[in-house]
């Protein structure tokens, strides 16, 4: 699904018919609808969080991932980082469509992006100068995620995002 996902949204970037503004439900983007119209977004976003909290907090070293992988006759790291890659596309993917932002669970976006980069952080200063290639990982996804939300928000304009029922001083 998520290289069906890459390839649509590379197709529709590749477009040029001035129909950018089309909706998730008019547009060609057939596996963003399916998860869309079987309320999978806020699963995979939970699953995303909840394996990456895996990850931080009981499994930063990878063994635990590693020996179930190896139970199981898989490579239990590649198949970890795998999924985390593809849940992501799909997220990403998802994420550039206003259907798929109002649908979204904000609470869990934001503590997901705030534990993913709180720890990047303390990963960059323990790293000391050496790289390490995050390319698809959730340390660079929850950033496109933010920024699709922000460009999304800032589309509805001031009037609109303004109300907020009193919550806001």
């Known amino acids: 699904v998520a290289s ?3 390839m649509e949204e590379k197709l529709r970037r590749g477009k040029s018919d001035g129909c950018s503004n089309n909706t998730l439900w ?33 499994d930063p070293d990878g063994t635990k ?8 006759g898989v490579d239990g790291a590649e198949l970890a980082g795998s999924m985390e890659r593809d849940i992501g596309t799909i997220l990403r993917c998802c994420l ?4 798929a932002v109002q649908s979204l669970d904000f609470g869990v976006l934001s503590e997901h992006a705030a534990k993913v980069l709180h720890n990047l952080q303390v ?4 790293a000391e100068g050496s790289v390490c290639d995050l390319t698809g990982m959730q340390e660079v996804n929850v950033l496109h995620y933010l920024e699709h939300v922000g460009l999304l928000v800032e589309d509805l304009g001031e009037d609109r995002s303004d109300r907020c029922s009193g919550c806001c001083p």
């Open 4 to 6: 069906i996902a890459q």
């Open 26 to 58: 008019e547009s060609d983007q057939l596996s963003c609808r399916y998860i869309m119209e079987e309320g999978k977004l806020n699963v995979l976003l939970r699953m995303a969080a909840e394996s990456k909290y895996h990850a931080i907090d009981e």
């Open 65 to 72: 991932t590693k020996a179930a992988g190896e139970s199981c």
């Open 96 to 99: 550039e469509h206003t259907e």
């Open 123 to 126: 990963l960059a200063a323990a």
